[in-house]
C-alpha cells in the first residue's frame, strides 16, 4: 500500500514538474516574432513586425543633352536637275523611276546627234513683197515632150524634204517673215525633229554668192539667175529669191517633181510651179508657164 502511495506521489510529481518547465518555453515562444503570413487553421494574426527603413538611393535619371541649336536660315534653292530620257533597245518594256528612263523597244530609235550650235556667218537682210510675174503670159517655146530625169546639183545639195542630222558650221542664219532658215549651199533648211529639213527657197531671202552649176535665163530684158529648183536677181551685192518668172527656160528640175497631164500634154510641177517640157536649139529644156 505504501509502495503504490509513493509511485503515484512520484509520477505526479514527475506531471507537475514537467508542466512546469513547458510554461516559460510558451511564453518565450509567443514573444518571439513570427513571419508575416496565417498558418492554416485560422489562428489570430499576429502583428506584422516593423518595418525596416532602408535607405536606398534614388534611381539616377539620364537627362538627355540639350538639343544642338540649328541654324535655321532660310534653305537653298536647289537647282533642278537635268535629266534626260534614254531609249534603250530590250526585249521587255521597264519604267526604272530611280533612274528616269524611259525603256520602249516599239518605239526605239538610234539616237542622233545634232549640231545645235551653228556657226552663223552673219545676218541676212530681207527684201520682201517681190513679184516678177508677168501678166497674160504666152509660152515662147512650143511644147516638146522629154522624158523627166531629176537633176542632183553635187553631195552638197539636197531636195526638198531631206532630213540632215547636221549643218556645217559656217552656214547662213536667214529671218524671214519671222521665222528662221539655214542657208548652205544652196539648200535651205529650218528645225526640225530629229535636225534639219530642206525646205524651198522662201521668197525674198537674200544671199551673198551661188554655188558653181547656176544657170543664167533672161525673159524679156531681165536675167534671172537658176539653181537648186529656185529663181534669184541680182540685188546690191547679193541675189535674191524671187518666184519663177513665166518665159523662163531652164534644163534641169529637181528630183520632186510630179508629173500632170492636163490637156493632152504633160507638164512638170515643182514647189508650186508649172514646167512646161520643151526644145531650145536643139536641147531639152523647160518654160516656167502658166497653167489655169
Known sequence: MKMSYH?????????????LLSIPQEISAQRLPHPNYTRGGGGARPSAAPSQNFSRPAPAVNHPAPAPEVN?????????????????GSNSNHNYNQHNYNQNTAAYRAPVTVH????????????????????????VHAYAYHPYHPYYWGHN????????????RDVFLLSIANQQYYYDE?????????GYSVVPAPIGATVSSLPPG???????????????GAFYIEAGNGY???????????TQIPDGAVQQDINGQTYLVY??????????NGTDAYEVVQVN
Open 240 to 250: 535674191q529669191v524671187v518666184q519663177a518668172p513665166y518665159g523662163a527656160v531652164i
Open 271 to 280: 514647189n508650186n510651179t508649172y514646167y512646161q517640157p520643151v526644145s531650145e
Open 7 to 19: 509511485i503515484i506521489f512520484s509520477f505526479g510529481m514527475f506531471v507537475l514538474l514537467m508542466a
Open 214 to 228: 547656176y544657170e543664167t535665163t533672161m525673159v524679156g530684158n531681165d536675167y534671172y539667175y537658176y539653181y537648186g
Open 72 to 88: 535655321r536660315s532660310a534653305p537653298q534653292q536647289r537647282q533642278p536637275e537635268n535629266r534626260q530620257t534614254i531609249n534603250e
Open 186 to 194: 544652196g539648200v535651205y533648211y529650218q528645225p526640225a525633229a530629229g
Open 157 to 168: 545639195w539636197h531636195p526638198l524634204g531631206y532630213l540632215a542630222v547636221s549643218l556645217a
Open 116 to 139: 545645235e550650235n551653228v556657226t552663223v556667218r552673219h545676218n541676212v537682210t530681207v527684201h520682201e513683197n517681190v513679184n516678177v510675174y508677168h501678166n497674160h503670159y504666152q509660152p
